[in-house]
């Protein structure tokens, strides 16, 4: 069993910054890529951003570019989220995910390419 375990997320003014983290723990296992998604209430799970381990390859959604850095440590399937700049549309439930599947070399921005996920993290920007 795997489990992706989220933390440092919290309350921040406009403007802040808040660095998020995700290890996984449980059985070994060598993702393909691990990334972060988000979801605020009433909307769908959207695409933040992601690291596919093998090509070295970051990608990032068109509304945190500039703002958010992704890292990680593909031995340890550790991800961190840096997120500076801080808006309220930034506000929402971040998830970490994790994917095993070749899907996701393609697919990266679909929740659906990822099998693993952490139970999410709340991350509140207020103006």
């Known amino acids: 069993q795997v489990q992706l375990v989220e933390s440092g997320g919290g309350l921040v003014q406009v403007g802040g910054s808040l660095r998020l983290s995700c290890a996984a723990s449980g059985r070994a296992f060598s993702s393909k890529a691990m990334g972060w998604f988000r979801q605020a209430p009433g909307k769908e799970r959207e695409f933040v951003a992601t690291?596919?381990?093998?090509?070295?390859?970051?990608y990032y959604a068109d509304s945190v570019k500039g703002r958010f850095t992704i890292s990680g440590d593909n031995a340890n399937n550790t991800v961190w989220l840096q997120m500076n700049s801080l808006k309220p549309e930034d506000t929402a439930v971040y998830y970490c995910?994790?994917?095993?599947?070749?899907?996701?070399?393609?697919?990266?921005?679909?929740?659906?390419?990822?099998?693993?996920w952490g139970q999410g993290t709340q991350v509140t920007v207020s103006s």
């Open positions: 690291i596919r381990w093998s090509a070295g390859y970051i």
């Open positions: 995910a994790a994917s095993t599947d070749y899907s996701v070399n393609y697919y990266y921005r679909v929740p659906a390419s990822y099998n693993y």
